[in-house]
């Protein structure tokens, strides 16, 4: 890790940068050196950088932007609504994505509807490719990067890729200062309870700066968790899931919570709620667990249109039901209906 002037060094710039309205706002490490060469976030912007700018005092860190792929693999890539910037509608990428074209217009196709496969097959500017976030860390050993770097997370929907994230930026803590950036919204989307991954950070001794908003220069350390929190394992029983309230018979929805065989003491079972998306009267969602015999365990209201969690003990019992309620929605006018995700995860604590 850092030694601490570095990393004061590298919060001073952050807090600049962010006041000023864009994480990279006079870094010239922004994308990967993608302010001053083309293509942005690719092996080919990031080769000149490192060979021409890391000298430099404006050179503040490498940042760069993460999503996960339609098949849990991670790529370095910025735009989250779309690879239409990017990526030239020349007849190379209109082959490449055929079979997705038959479902996705060209402009609306996204990082998340393709798989890496395809994504490394796509041709950008000067016949540069979307790199893999492995290629470019082990880009970084080999081409001798010597300044911090950041990585913001933009999107990541799957437990596994999130592990995986963690897990293979580790395998670099030895040759690379690696930290993590996100704004809230996306950092509240990609790891949905707090509690498991700050703890999973702090484990392995990355900081995550997650700014408030775009033109504020406010930081939480997503590392501030308990101590023991980094000895708890933490297993999900109910992969995220969407749901959408569309007319009066979806307004209650069922949601069975399968839960691992044995329970040792000490364990409980977390249930995250996230709602709201743009709708007509909604107020909030009532919800209820119960057990197998249908006896209610713990209730409550959520009205947050952010990710909710609440926690309860776990017994012998090998079932739950998660029901929520919508009372309110219409389903008329402007923004007709209701919608969101739940979750479920079981966690260990093991002292």
Not at 104 to 127: N, P
Not at 180 to 208: H, I, Q, T, Y
Request: glycine content about 8%.
């Amino acid at each position: 890790m850092m030694q601490y002037h570095a990393k004061a060094r590298l919060l001073a710039a952050l807090c600049l940068m962010l006041s000023a309205g864009l994480a990279g706002a006079g870094n010239t490490g922004h994308r990967m050196g993608g302010d001053v060469f083309a293509p942005e976030n690719t092996l080919l912007c990031y080769k000149q950088a490192l060979e021409t700018l890391q000298g430099r005092t404006d050179f503040h860190y490498v940042e760069l932007d993460i999503q996960e792929t339609k098949d849990g693999q991670i790529v370095v890539f910025h735009d989250t609504d779309g690879i239409k910037r990017m990526v030239p509608r020349n007849n190379h990428n209109l082959a490449v994505l055929e079979e997705v074209l038959c479902r996705i217009e060209f402009d609306k196709i996204r990082i998340s509807d393709l798989t890496l496969s395809q994504i490394t097959e796509l041709t950008l500017e000067s016949k540069a490719r979307i790199p893999s976030l492995e290629e470019v860390l082990e880009a970084s050993v080999r081409w001798k990067l010597r300044k911090p770097m950041l990585i913001e997370i933009k999107s990541l929907r799957s437990d596994q890729c999130r592990y995986n994230l963690i897990a293979l930026v580790a395998r670099f803590s030895g040759s690379l200062e690696v930290d993590f950036l996100a704004f809230e919204k996306n950092f509240d989307r990609s790891f949905p309870d707090p509690l498991r991954w700050k703890a999973a950070f702090k484990k392995n001794g990355f900081k995550v700066y997650v700014a408030k908003k775009p033109k504020t220069s406010e930081f939480n350390l997503a590392g501030d968790v308990a101590e023991n929190a980094m000895d708890w394992h933490f297993e999900t029983v109910l992969e995220e899931q969407p749901f959408s309230i569309g007319d009066e018979g979806s307004r209650i929805l069922r949601f069975p919570i399968k839960l691992p065989r044995t329970v040792p003491p000490g364990c409980a079972l977390r249930i995250g709620i996230h709602h709201g998306n743009d709708n007509s009267g909604d107020k909030g969602l009532r919800f209820r667990l119960v057990d197998a015999e249908g006896s209610e365990l713990v209730a409550g209201f959520v009205k947050s249109k952010r990710w909710k969690w609440f926690e309860t003990p776990l017994g012998t019992e090998q079932k739950r039901v998660l029901f929520l309620e919508d009372s309110d929605t219409k389903f008329a006018g402007k923004y007709p209906g209701n919608g969101g995700a739940v979750k479920a995860t079981v966690v260990f604590r093991t002292r």
